[in-house]
Structure formats: structure tokens, C-alpha cells
């Protein structure tokens, strides 16, 4: 485990318990598939904290593995499941620092506010082919904005796009201090 990354997530999450539970990010409500019942299809929220973007897949008729590192955020997804009666979000506490992604598992994975750049190549292959990746955090303008903010987890301007440059874009926008893509991965053999 990345002990540090946890201890301080966990500190996080732990003072910001009393706060209101956070909504569904707007982006997955535009660009999330509608599941076939009869097929059922799995999620992957990475990096999800509080699991406000699983729960939300999980409405919707997906199977969503929600991955943190932060075992206190993971409660408070599990006493909001409960809360709402959701059953299909499976809560891993996995550090990230040494992932273990199944290839072709995920028909959607959506990743928000988190960089690691060494997920990238995992990130493409757990991808089933025709299935899409929902991505939004910041670049380095956010600088600007928190000039403290640890620049190894901001992107640079240009690069997220770079990572699914062979994909299906269906949105890429990065005009201020935020980049956020939707693109879907070609399907098998093309
Ligand atoms: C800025 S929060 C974003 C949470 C969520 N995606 C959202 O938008 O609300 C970053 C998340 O990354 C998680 N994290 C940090 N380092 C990690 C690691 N090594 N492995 C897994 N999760 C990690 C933290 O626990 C935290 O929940």
C-alpha cells in the first residue's frame, strides 16, 4: 500500500465527513451508455472516493468495481448504498501505486480527479474493445489557481488527448485549467 496516499486520504475524507454526499459528475449523464438488461456490463469508477459516480453507474444498470485507496471513503459509499439500497458497486480498497487490471473487463471506466500516469497503458487495456473511457481532471494551469498543488499529478496541457489518440473521440476540451475526454476504444480487429 502506498501508506502515505492513504493516511493522508483518509485524514481528508475524515474531516470532510459532516459535508453533504457529493453528486454524480454531469459528464457521465451525457456520455454513459444505456445497458442492455439481459447483458449486463461492467464499470469501473477509479479512484472514486466517495463513490458518488459507482453509485450513480450502478442505477443505471451496471456492475461498477469502485477502486480507492482510502478505506474511509469506501465506508461512507457502503453507508450511502445502504442508505439508497444499491447492491451492484463492489467496494475494493486497492492501491494504485500497484495495479492489477484485468484485460477486456470494463465496457466504461471513468476516472475523475486523478493522475497517475503509468495506469495509462493498464487504463487502455482494461478497455473491452468498443467500450469508453470517461476522463476529467487538471493540467498545469491549475497552477494558477493552487500554486501549491503538486504538479506530478496535473497533466500538461495536450496530454490526456495523447494517450487515446488512435480512439473514437466524442469529446475532448481543455480550453481552461481542466481536461476532460470521452473517447471509445476501436472494436477488436479494427
Ligand atoms: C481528488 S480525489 C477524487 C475522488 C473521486 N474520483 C472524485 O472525483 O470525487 C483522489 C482520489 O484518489 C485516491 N487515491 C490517491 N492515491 C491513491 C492510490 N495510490 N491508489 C488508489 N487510490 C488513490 C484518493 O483516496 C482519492 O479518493
Redesign the pocket.
Known amino acids: 500500500m ?1 501508506a502515505q ?2 493516511i493522508r ?1 483518509d485524514q ?2 475524515r474531516e470532510r465527513a459532516d459535508r453533504p454526499y ?1 453528486e454524480p ?1 454531469p459528464l457521465l449523464f451525457e456520455f454513459t451508455p444505456p445497458v442492455d438488461p439481459e447483458r449486463g456490463l461492467r464499470a469501473l ?6 463513490g ?2 459507482a453509485l450513480w453507474l450502478s442505477t443505471q444498470g451496471y456492475e461498477v468495481d469502485l ?4 478505506r474511509t ?1 469506501l465506508l461512507r459509499a457502503q453507508e450511502e448504498m445502504r442508505r439508497r439500497g444499491l447492491r451492484r458497486v463492489n467496494l475494493l480498497q ?4 500497484q495495479p492489477h487490471l484485468e484485460a477486456d473487463a470494463y465496457a466504461l471506466v471513468c ?4 493522475l ?1 500516469r503509468e495506469l495509462f497503458p493498464l487504463l487502455r487495456a482494461t478497455i473491452q474493445p468498443g467500450g469508453r473511457i470517461i476522463y476529467e481532471t487538471f493540467n498545469r494551469r491549475y497552477l494558477q489557481i493552487l500554486p501549491a498543488f503538486n504538479p506530478q499529478h496535473l497533466l500538461e496541457v495536450g496530454e490526456l488527448v495523447g494517450y487515446f489518440a488512435d480512439w473514437k473521440l466524442l469529446l475532448y476540451q481543455e480550453d481552461d485549467h481542466i481536461a476532460q475526454l470521452v473517447a471509445i476504444k476501436p472494436p477488436a480487429g479494427g
Open positions: 502506498a496516499d492513504r486520504w481528508i475524507y457529493p459528475h469508477d477509479l479512484a472514486g472516493g466517495l458518488q459516480n477502486m480507492d485507496i482510502s471513503a486497492v492501491d494504485l501505486d476516472v475523475f480527479r486523478f497517475k
